[in-house]
């Protein structure tokens, strides 16, 4: 079976499929992954092929994203934002068009490229299905994942349902433009929600249910698999300069960011430095997106490596709470300090707060080397939180996201 994966966003929108890609592989498919192209050369390792989207509209978003973190919010830098979202959905619809391969059996599409790889997948014939990293479905279990938890309320459908009108009204403009190319009479960007929705549009989504469970009051067709875990190449050995330094002393705590940049650099290096300082900690720095840069005995600056093989190696871990990040600080069974920025991670700060394995959230604006240093001795002194995340990363392991996935597929198309 032919099978194409499409997503859109940062590389935390893209690491999962690689691992759900490669093991739609192993069962016999032929899979290739769609997404923009300052990505293809890193998801397309060991045989998983790669296409790349003409354009990468989310730059100008991630700019807007860090002006926004960087500054307190006004009218103006709301607007960019929204525009700057605006002409990101727009961007995708040319991309996803001219990506999306007429001879496919089957198209795997994310959150953000679901509203329009549906309709290019359907004027091409071919079965879609939402392969999602965060719930989107409403329900009174919790709020929308834009939001921090609250309890479980029938208000939190209301919500879930008026966030869900937000985010179709930012693929307005590229719903236009889309059905225009297609030269297909146009239907709202609401309309086409509830079309998925009547004709149970199947979605999995790729976290565990022992971190969220599936709510009961779910339409049919919406599934919780178990994460899908980013593919490591095999060839990939760590530097030597990082096993150095973990095997100088304790295990030291991570502080990362991600694509996101709630400071300046250097501000953010100089905060990161002086809480591990005050903490008596040990750190490894990641420089991600922000560029984080710290010159330290006891400190040292990593560029982009697996999570998978950091992260069980350190105290805790200190990052922005994105779904991909959270994950896999999870998967390693270390506790958790989360400095959330913008989208969703509010919401999975808040849940990593219920689980156990964090003592709080310190939000983006909140931030100084003070309030840091007391979480980060806090989540270490206090064996509890590593007892809790071991033990939750236990019954992590146990699952098999990918393979629910493929298994699903192979009755529904075989």
Known sequence: MRIQIITAGTYGSV???????????????????????RYTE???CCGLATRALAADPFEELLVAHGRLGQAPASPRRLYDMGHASRRAMAGLVDGIIEAVDDKADLILLSTLAAPIGAVVADYHRIPSAG?????????????????RLRPESRANRVLGTAVNRGFDALYGAANRRLHARLGLPRRGTAQLRRRRN???WPVWHGFSPAVVPRPPDWRPGLYVTGYWWPH?????????????????GPAPVFVGFGSMMPRPAEELSDIAVRAMRRAGLRGVV?????GLSVADDDVITVGAMPHSWLFPRTAAVVHHAGA???????????PAVPVPVLTDQPWWSSRLVRLGVSPGVLPHALLSAERLAA?????????????RATDLAARIGREDGSGQVARAIAARLG
């Open 42 to 44: 890193s998801a397309g």
């Open 375 to 387: 979480a980060l001795r806090r989540v270490t002194d206090d064996p509890g939180y590593r007892e």
């Open 131 to 147: 392969v999602f990293l965060q719930p989107e479905e409403p329900t009174a279990a919790f709020p929308p994942c834009v939001m």
């Open 286 to 290: 990641q420089s991600g997106r922000a």
């Open 232 to 248: 490591d190449c095999p060839e990939w050995t760590p530097p030597p300069e990082v096993t150095d330094f973990l095997e100088a």
């Open 15 to 37: 690491a999962p499929y690689t691992g759900l890609g490669h093991r739609l592989l192993a069962e016999g498919h032929r899979v290739e992954l769609v997404t923009h192209a």
């Open 324 to 334: 991909g990040t959270t994950a896999a600080g999870l998967r390693a069974g270390v």
């Open 198 to 200: 009547g004709i149970q």
